[in-house]
């Protein structure tokens, strides 16, 4: 069930922000921050102080930023059905596959994206399903060599983006090209929505450990578009949590 706040579950190594695990360096956005969730369970399955507890998903809530944008204008160029705002029960018939960095990430020719600038992927529906995409293709995109262009272009700027930044900015940065992820994106739901915010938890497959992972990103519709709500440390991902199965996911298919 969606509690009230956007806490931050489990506990152990991941409990610190993803950009200070020691996983970060070798990460390209979200799948790999379950390679670090899959390893932290290897090293410490006897410990049952190190298990991952289940917490609560968080909800969208306000945070600082600047919401000054008109939220009915749109970029040039960016038009997109926004009729259905029901929360989604499948996934679109037009999804399909797109290389982000070395990672296969959702889109669609309807709900987004549509606008494909270097790494900065735009132009989703204002719509729950164009929030499921944005919070996909947006983070993914953190871990690619233009990530300060993505996070300035497609995080509310504030106290929040800020501390990314510069924790971000810290980190010795190694390539992960040539080396094709093993995991993959496997499912999502929207956990809360409105026009203005939206909660989606991702879905992730970790073959090598036969377990999938889900953690949940917080979106603002901003300046016509969505983009990712970082807390005020500069936290992006919350309820981080290790799931036996697809059970309450919408699965992407193959």
């Keep these: 069930m969606v509690n009230s706040g956007r806490s931050r579950g489990g506990s152990g190594e991941w409990e610190q922000p993803f950009w200070q695990q020691r996983g970060w360096i070798l990460s390209a956005g979200f799948l790999l921050v379950l390679v670090v969730l899959a390893a932290v369970t290897l090293m410490t399955s006897g410990d049952d102080s190190s298990e991952a507890s289940g917490s609560p998903a968080p909800t969208a809530t306000a945070s600082?930023?600047?919401e000054s944008g008109n939220e009915n204008d749109r970029p040039a160029g960016c038009r997109t059905d926004d009729s259905e705002q029901d929360k989604p029960t499948s996934a679109p018939k037009d999804m399909y596959w797109k290389a982000g960095g070395t990672t296969l990430v959702p889109v669609s020719k309807s709900a987004g994206p549509l606008k494909f600038d270097g790494p900065v992927w735009s132009c989703f529906a204002h719509t729950p399903?164009?929030?499921v995409f944005a919070a996909h293709a947006i983070t993914n995109n953190f871990g690619l060599e233009g990530w300060r262009e993505v996070v300035?272009?497609?995080?509310?700027?504030?106290?929040?983006?800020?501390a990314y930044i510069a924790k971000r900015s810290k980190q010795q940065k190694e390539s992960?090209?040539?080396q094709p992820s093993e995991e993959t994106f496997a499912g999502f739901t929207v956990l809360a929505y409105n026009e203005k915010e939206s909660t989606v938890m991702i879905l992730g497959r970790v073959p090598s450990v036969d377990r999938y992972g889900s953690l949940s990103v917080t979106l603002r519709w901003q300046d016509g578009d969505w983009k990712v709500l970082p807390d005020p440390d500069g936290t992006i991902y919350g309820g981080v949590s290790y799931t036996d199965g697809t059970n309450g996911f919408i699965t992407w298919g193959t």
């Excluded at 497609?154 to 800020?162: F, H, S, T």
């Design 64 to 66: 600082d930023g600047d």
């Design 129 to 131: 399903m164009g929030a």
């Design 152 to 162: 300035e272009r497609q995080v509310v700027p504030g106290a929040g983006r800020d």
């Design 176 to 178: 992960a090209a040539g």
